[in-house]
């Protein structure tokens, strides 16, 4: 930590760079750290790199990034982990693609953003207006 900022370092060479074992992560409890991330992942083989997105003042984004050192490494915490609970998340463990790539995808995925909702509003009552 550096003012209250989590510095990350990592070793690593552009050609050591393995897209298919590049994994986001998603959902994760806000309570979560960078070490308790990278430590969640490490049961499944060498992390090259582990990053928690964090806001500007350090609380957690709820995401984040594992670059394995091999994609046999990246599948088996896919199969471990996608859908597990961590907290009372249920978390998303998927291979990371480009963004150019995801809106090659075009309309096969489609995100809605509702602002304004009520604190107490539940994910039933949500699915009730759609």
């Known amino acids: 930590m550096i003012d209250g900022k989590q510095i990350v370092l990592n070793k690593k060479k552009d050609s050591d760079f393995d897209l298919k074992a590049n994994l986001v992560v998603r959902n994760l409890p806000k ?19 582990c990053k928690l ?15 394995y050192m091999n994609q046999e490494s990246a599948q088996k915490a896919i199969t471990a982990l996608h859908s597990s609970t961590h907290g009372d998340k249920s978390i998303e ?19 809605l953003f509702i602002r304004n909702l009520p604190a107490d ?10």
């Open 121 to 130: 509003y539940t994910e039933d009552q949500l699915i009730e207006l759609f």
């Open 53 to 67: 997105e964090v806001f500007q003042d350090g609380t957690s984004r709820c995401f984040g990034y594992v670059q």
């Open 93 to 111: 463990v998927i291979v990371h693609s480009k963004k150019d790539e995801r809106e090659q995808q075009g309309d096969k995925f489609t995100n």
């Open 31 to 49: 309570e979560m750290t960078q070490k308790e991330l990278s430590d969640l992942f490490a049961e499944h083989g060498q992390i090259g790199s």
